[in-house]
């Protein structure tokens, strides 16, 4: 029998934590599904967008010391990756209990960032192509000005974050780090296996077909993969109580 396992879920660029709301009926109960909103979009469309790296590692990592009671794991999908791998490096520091698992998605190791590749991309045009080409957003956004201008405001926001990111070489986090890549998405699979070095603990990387929203794309396997990697977390967190017992 699983443990309850809270599953906080950091949105990638130009999002809302809405992206995870399906994953609340297609997760098992004993995974509590959390979006995590972002200032500025969403339930949180009062407060002012952040747009520095750090301080919105900061301001997100607060909100989760305070909620986090038990087991629970921080997953994030491209620029949601780096935020997590944020956070869970931040609790370290406070010396706050860590998550049982960080699960990266989409998302090249913090090593690999090019943050000048985000500084380089800021006009319309630019930010236009850069969301055709991911391919994860729904025709009716290019179709529709008024939506198209509110998502390439907050991915401008966005890239201004990842642009933001520095990385600096800590110790390895004791943490489990899961993995997952699209087959067909532009990160290489040497971008995504360096994750490896930032965790002391259990490693996976899983392949799905599609491209960067390979999530949704391969959404039925991918939930599975999901549910067998947070399982495999809570064993490995057991035993460890149990050898230091």
Same mark, same amino acid.
């Given at each position: ?9 950091? *949105? ?9 709301l399906r994953w609340k009926r297609l997760l098992p109960s004993w995974i509590e599904v959390i979006p995590v909103e972002l200032p500025g979009r969403g ?55 860590? *998550? ?9 190791? *913090? ?19 850069d969301l055709g080409k991911q391919g994860g957003t729904p025709e009716e956004v290019f179709n529709n000005p008024e939506l198209l201008a509110m998502t ?73 993969v999901v549910k067998k990697r947070l399982l495999e977390s809570q064993e490995g967190v057991m035993c460890d109580i149990f050898a230091t017992a």
């Open positions: 029998m699983s443990n309850q396992l809270a599953l906080y879920c950091l *949105p990638c660029a130009g999002a809302s934590a809405t992206m995870y339930s949180r469309l009062g407060e002012n967008p952040q747009e520095n790296y750090r301080m919105l590692v900061n301001i997100l990592s607060r909100e989760i010391a305070l909620t986090a009671q038990g087991s629970y794991a921080l997953f994030g999908h491209s620029m949601g990756a780096l935020l997590a791998y944020g956070i869970a490096q931040h609790l370290h520091r406070l010396k706050i209990r860590l *998550p049982d698992a960080l699960m990266v998605s989409g998302c090249a190791a *913090p090593a690999q960032q090019d943050s000048q590749r985000y500084q380089k991309i800021c006009t319309e045009a630019a930010l236009i192509a390439l405001d907050l991915l401008r926001i966005d890239y201004r974050v990842c642009g933001s990111f520095q990385y600096t070489k800590h110790d390895p986090l004791p943490v489990s780090i899961h993995c997952f890549g699209g087959r067909s998405d532009t990160i290489g699979a040497n971008n995504l296996n360096l994750w490896q070095q930032e965790g002391s603990r259990m490693f996976t990387l899983d392949w799905f077909d599609g491209g960067h929203f390979f999530l949704r794309q391969s959404e039925e396997w991918f939930i599975q």
